[in-house]
């Protein structure tokens, strides 16, 4: 096969397998009763339930049944999450050892597909002759979603659904100040309620496409639960009865008020119930810029302070079997000549913050958010200081990368190598503008997978690779029934009104 069709071919590929090959050989044309074997390596309790995933999938992505064909083996067989697919003129074969490791299959083979040309209208798809051997770098491969009182849900439905074809198997899900909570109504605006029955719709559509959604919710800093430009507070702009529980600015929560952490320890637990008792719940605490600031928390011990609202959190949160996430930047001191020099750490020498790392509990998970590609000035790649730090204290660490693509690739390296958790890639409010849908759906979903880049040039969100993100979202929106046009792609509209423009 010429190099120029095998480019083709792994550009369609979201993230690109660790190992493929292609052949020079008939396409295997998946119709009607085509023949289907499954090796398959695990409990044999799994297989009426791999049996009906591949049934199913097979009907909603090709309109076909297969016939299938099981052989059960021992060796040879990938683990966990990993897969392998040989397919073939006469038969197509998927090798499994999970559910989890199916269902990549078949997202790989559904990205694999194309239409069999010379008719009018698409009827039969067809799979070129390839060996796929594929599993994952990391055993977390999340992305951050926030929930704004400006977030349609069918949105954040496309963008959870498009995660999870792109093999993330978690979405932090970030509520700014939107959850109505039973236990707290005042902690949400009034008129910007979210449908919890379509949020707990999202949550079990997740599940089934194999990402789990997890909370959170910050117990520190951004307590507004909104942008920090706006001015606006979610609690205390109707409720300014509430501002015993913040700091003066209403930015960080009050720590020596023994309500704030009651509130809290509420808020947490519903959430917790709420998304079905998720293995993470994620913590916040970065950017407490006013922490410590009220007459009775800045004559306080601010060391000893912040380590038992952390550790009392921590210990809440592993009652329910789960691990807490937390950012990192509170925790190291940076600024010009300091180790951290042109990353991000907003620790205060003065608060002494910087000597919690390690007293902090071993089962907290530290997110350390670095968002650009800061190099040295002898050129070399970013050396990424502030995760080896938690990662050296015993710490599981994330990397957090945003929207600058080498940091994206840089910091999956650099987490395969120190032997991190995984990655945790974030959106904040900017997922509709097609460059950063790019980075964060495209080059951080391969980071995620392969610990890195791919060997598929990446040459900008306009290269022929980062087109298959079109076609993934067009068929993210054919599985959700979309027919408003508002709903198809990664906008709502092509043009947006100027709400200036006379």
């Not at 008939?26 to 695990?42: M, Q, T, Y």
């Not at 594929?134 to 349609?152: L, M, N, Q, W, Y």
């Not at 460059?435 to 890195?452: D, E, I, L, M």
């Amino acid at each position: 096969m010429e190099e120029r069709e095998k480019r083709i071919l792994l550009k369609s590929l979201v993230p690109v397998p660790r190992e493929i090959s292609f052949e020079d050989a008939p396409d295997f044309v998946i119709r009607e009763k085509a023949p289907l074997l499954l090796r398959f390596g695990g409990k044999k309790e799994l297989l009426p339930a791999a049996e009906k995933m591949v049934l199913d999938s097979f009907k909603a992505f090709w309109n076909r049944t297969v016939k299938i064909k099981i052989e059960t083996a021992k060796k040879g067989i990938p683990v966990k999450e990993g897969y392998s697919i040989t397919v073939e003129k006469s038969l197509l074969t998927i090798s499994f050892s999970t559910l989890e490791g199916l269902r990549n299959a078949l997202k790989t083979l559904r990205q694999l597909a194309e239409p069999v040309r010379n008719k009018a209208r698409t009827e039969d798809f067809a799979l070129v002759a390839c060996t796929i051997k594929d599993s994952p770098a990391f055993d977390f491969r999340g992305i951050h979603f926030c929930v704004f009182p400006e977030t349609k849900l069918f949105d954040l439905e496309k963008k959870v659904r498009l995660a999870a074809y792109h093999k993330y198997n978690y979405a932090v899900i970030e509520v700014w100040g939107v959850f109505p909570f039973a236990s707290h109504p005042e902690m949400c605006w009034k008129d910007r309620k979210i449908d919890l029955t379509e949020l707990k719709r999202i949550i079990h559509v997740g599940k089934e496409l194999g990402i789990t959604l997890c909370p959170q919710f910050n117990l520190l800093g951004h307590a507004a639960a909104a942008r920090g430009s706006t001015g606006k507070h979610a609690f205390l702009d109707f409720a300014p009865e509430l501002q015993t529980l913040f700091e003066p600015g209403g930015w960080t929560w009050c720590l020596t008020n023994p309500y704030t952490r009651q509130t809290l320890a509420d808020i947490v637990l519903e959430l917790m119930d709420f998304f079905e008792n998720p293995p993470y719940f994620h913590i916040g605490c970065d950017e407490s810029l006013d922490f410590a600031s009220c007459r009775t928390c800045r004559k306080s011990n601010r060391e000893k302070l912040l380590l038992d609202h952390i550790t009392f959190f921590d210990e809440l949160i592993r009652s329910r079997g789960a691990r807490a996430i937390m950012w990192h930047d509170m925790l190291v001191e940076g600024g010009q000549g300091t180790p951290f020099e042109g990353y991000i750490a907003f620790g205060r020498e003065e608060d002494g913050l910087g000597k919690l790392v390690k007293r902090l509990p071993k089962d907290i998970i530290i997110a350390d958010w670095q968002y650009g590609y800061p190099q040295g000035a002898d050129g070399k790649e970013p050396h990424w200081p502030t995760g080896k730090v938690f990662r050296d204290a015993g710490l599981d660490v994330l990397a957090c990368p945003w929207l600058e693509t080498r940091g994206i690739v840089s910091q999956a390296e650099t987490a395969v190598k120190r032997k991190y958790l995984g990655l945790l890639e974030t959106t904040w409010h900017q997922t509709h503008n097609y460059p950063q849908v790019y980075a964060q759906f495209t080059v951080a979903a391969n980071a995620a997978w392969r610990g890195g880049g791919t060997n598929v040039a990446l040459t900008g969100p306009w290269s022929g690779y980062s087109i298959a993100t079109h076609r993934h979202m067009r068929e993210v929106c054919q599985d959700m029934g979309v027919t408003r046009y508002e709903e198809t792609g990664f906008t709502e509209y092509q043009v947006f009104p100027d709400p200036f423009e006379s």
